[in-house]
């Protein structure tokens, strides 16, 4: 059975709970499973639901029923499974019910990973506890101690709530033992996106549109234009003078906003020899320079990535593995090489957060966080509706325990040019504004 992609798992699980928030008896419901902890497939979707009992069949009739249902697999009043299906593809949702002194329990348990639950309960067990999906018992006298929040299940045993992104048992019980858990960086503290493409490419929407788009729908302090170079000819790429063109339409709009808003950039293609698509001169005029790989699969591409690095206006590497989750593997690449080099450099890794992209994963970012190499995300937008994806590339960066400081899209703009700046000189550039 195929995974399917967590923004088409969210969409559902969204969905469902809208649903049910509408019947008065539902006190309470939350996605837990894989979906709660961000990763970027989906098997199965688990929702929960505190509900009184005699409440819980109606809920459960009206679950059943929904237009979408296709086929209802077990039918009670703790639990109903049905196979739910969308214009893309089936999925097995499963609801329970539980009672609100057991609903902590219950997130905890069904949230998961699986290794983090056995790691949990061998600490218990230390402790002479015992954990399961209806509350924390003392072992001796049966006695519950917890169950109503997910903060007492952990309290329980001694430790702090840990973020469900980081339960995968790859340290996270360790830190929440010692009170050391990091603050992961959240949603509200993105302050633009910067990897957006227009119809000067193969976007679908103007320069224009996507500004008052974005002033109208979100808190954003910029956004940055980056779209194709020549050398992506389906996607229309822009030759060094179109992109000068670009850039001026870029100052009129911000003119006539009134706000210095808009940024300029492009996403630039890494040729096979590692050089890149548009003259230094150019480059130089941008604030800020995405560089990909459009090419050439097949071969191990690290030489290409670690040679563009080189270049003193770029500032990012995009989807760095180039993998298509489900269509594609990403093509061999050296990333601890690579990790190195952006160090060196002072060049930022993109998190891609186009669905099918999630470039780069979780162990990836963490390695980015431990070593203090800057990191980006990115929705690598087409159209309006894309800017939502962000929500997606914030959750991978908390899989990989990301804080706000890790990641630049969090800093003012003025903050941004420094990291710039700081890699130009570093590197024998042409600083911004020269």
Known sequence: KRRMLLWDALQISRYIEDQLRKLKEVKFIETAGSIRRRKATVGDIDILAVADEKDALKI??????????????????????????????????????????????????????????????????????KINEYGVYKVDTGEKI???????????????????????????????????????????????DMHVHS????????????????????????????DHSKSQRVAHGLDEEKLLQEIEEIKQINKMLGLNFIKKGTEVDILLDGSLDLSDEVLAKLDWVVASIHSHF?????????????????NAIGHLTGR????????????????????????????????????????????????GVKLVISTDAHNLGNFAYMELGVGLARRGWATKKD??????WEDVQKFVNEKRKKMGGVLVGD
């Open 298 to 314: 097949s071969r191990d591409n690290t030489d290409r990535i670690l040679k563009a690095m080189e270049n003193p206006y770029v």
């Open 146 to 192: 917890a169950g109503e929040t997910e903060e007492s299940v952990y309290k329980a045993v001694g430790m702090d709530w840990i973020p469900p992104e980081m339960r995968e048992d790859r340290g996270e019980i360790e830190l929440a033992l010692e009170h050391k858990l990091p603050k992961l960086v959240e949603l509200k503290d993105i302050k633009g």
């Open 407 to 412: 990641i630049i899209n969090t800093r003012k």
């Open 60 to 129: 459960m009739e009206h679950f059943a029923s929904l237009p979408e249902v296709k086929e209802v697999l077990v039918k009670g009043a703790k639990k109903t499974s049905v196979i739910f299906k969308t214009e893309k593809q089936e999925t097995q949702v499963d609801l329970r019910i539980f009672r609100e002194n057991e609903i902590g329990a219950a997130l905890q348990y069904f949230t998961g990973s699986k290794q983090h639950n056995v790691h949990l309960r061998e600490i218990a067990k230390e402790n002479k506890l």
């Open 199 to 226: 119809t000067w490419t193969d976007g679908l929407f103007s320069i224009k549109e996507i500004a008052d788009f974005i002033l109208k729908n979100y808190k954003y302090e910029y956004i940055v234009m980056t």
């Open 324 to 371: 298509l989750i489900g269509i594609r593997e990403g093509y061999p690449v050296d990333i601890d090489a690579v990790i190195k080099k952006a160090k060196e450099t002072g060049t930022a890794l993109e998190i891609n957060a186009q669905p099918l992209r999630m470039d780069i994963d979780d162990i990836w970012i963490r390695k980015c966080v431990e070593e």
